[in-house]
C-alpha cells in the first residue's frame, strides 16, 4: 500500500465488501428486484428459525407423553411414552402405560392377587 494515500481510504477498504453488498441491494431494490431480496432474507430466516421452533415443539411433546413410573412388578422405576406397550428392563415383565401409569398386561380372565404372609400357628390336641 502506498504510504501517501489518505487514511480515509485505506479504511474504506476494510467496509468495501459491506459497501458493495448494500449497493447490489439497493440497485436490486431499484430495478424492482426487491422481492428478490426480500424472499432472500426470508429463507434465511426460516433456516434460522426452523430448528428452534422444532426443538421447542419437540420438548412440549417429549414433557406431555414422557411417563415416568414404577413397574408395579419390581417397582424398577424408568421411562417410557405414555399410550405404547414396553417391556420392563429389570423384571422383563410386559407392560401397557396408560394415564401416566404402567400397568401389567395380562390376558383377559386373569385375577391378580397379592399374596400375603401369614404367621403360622401350631394347634395342639
Known sequence: ?????????????AIRPWLI????IWLLGFIGLGWLVKSFFVLIALILL????????????LQ???TQDQCPVCDY???????????????????QIEDRQFQRLTPPGT???NAVEVAAQTLED
Do not use: D, K
Open 111 to 113: 385375577i391378580e392377587v
Open 1 to 13: 500500500m502506498n504510504l501517501n494515500t489518505p487514511n480515509i481510504w485505506r479504511n474504506l477498504a
Open 77 to 95: 422405576e424408568f421411562v417410557g411414552l405414555n399410550q405404547t406397550q414396553t417391556r420392563c428392563p429389570n423384571c422383563n415383565e410386559p407392560l
Open 50 to 61: 426452523t430448528p428452534v421452533v422444532v426443538f421447542l415443539g419437540l420438548r412440549w411433546w
Open 64 to 66: 406431555r407423553n414422557l
Open 21 to 24: 453488498a448494500i449497493t447490489v
